[in-house]
């Protein structure tokens, strides 16, 4: 089982990035997207049903984040959009075999992609 992360980088206040995270070996019941900002612990930021049924949002970013995902070829994205100096973090993708989003036991972690936010 692989997660590959990417799509992070330095954006302006206001600004949009895309992460994406390619998935193989396995299909999974759910998936998410945690982030740890600068000298903090990590977060849950938001996680969806493999099929998109459900989903779930931190208050903070919710109406500027979409958690999606593409049948095609097991990529699942965050679309961030209105970005603040805020949501500067290492973002990681992780999925799961069942729903619980909120839980801390996400057996499956890509690796980390910088998101960085300037004023």
């Known amino acids: 089982v692989q997660l590959q992360a990417s799509g992070g980088g330095l954006v302006q206040a206001g600004g949009s990035l895309r992460l994406s995270c390619v998935a193989s070996?396995?299909?999974?019941?759910?998936y998410a997207w945690f982030r740890q900002p600068p000298g903090k612990e990590r977060e849950f930021v938001a996680a969806?049903?493999?099929?998109?049924?459900?989903?779930d949002y931190i208050d903070s970013v919710k109406g500027r984040f979409t958690i999606s995902r593409d049948n095609r070829d097991n990529t699942m994205y965050l679309r961030m959009n209105n970005l603040n100096v805020e949501d500067t973090a290492v973002y990681y993708c992780?999925?799961?075999?069942?729903?619980?989003?909120?839980?801390?036991?996400?057996?499956?972690w890509g690796q980390g992609t910088q998101v960085t936010v300037s004023s």
């Open positions: 992780a999925a799961r075999a069942a729903w619980a989003p909120r839980s801390n036991s996400w057996p499956w």
């Open positions: 070996g396995r299909t999974f019941g759910a």
């Open positions: 969806s049903t493999w099929r998109g049924e459900k989903k």
